[in-house]
């Protein structure tokens, strides 16, 4: 599932972002931790991977190869 970043906190290293269907889901620390990122911009497009109740476990740049598939 692809989003775009609608907000991201440095500091808590949380966020939301905006699914293609207008829906915004928020993100946890321990997601974007999961990622190895260091930071995401406005508006960047990003790869999600959920969890079974519908939370993000995992985000990743749109452009970068998910390290689990």
């Known amino acids: 599932m692809q989003a ?3 907000s991201f906190d440095s500091r808590r290293r ?3 972002v905006l699914l293609d269907d ?3 889901l928020p993100f946890p620390a ?3 931790d999961a990622s190895g990122l260091r930071l995401l911009r406005l ?3 990003v790869r999600l991977r959920l969890d079974d109740d519908g939370a993000v476990e ?3 740049i749109a452009t970068l ?3 689990l598939v």
């Open 4 to 6: 775009t970043v609608r």
């Open 14 to 16: 949380t966020g939301e």
């Open 22 to 24: 207008g829906r915004m």
């Open 30 to 32: 321990r997601a974007f």
């Open 43 to 45: 508006g960047q497009r």
């Open 58 to 60: 995992f985000l990743t």
């Open 65 to 67: 190869p998910d390290p």
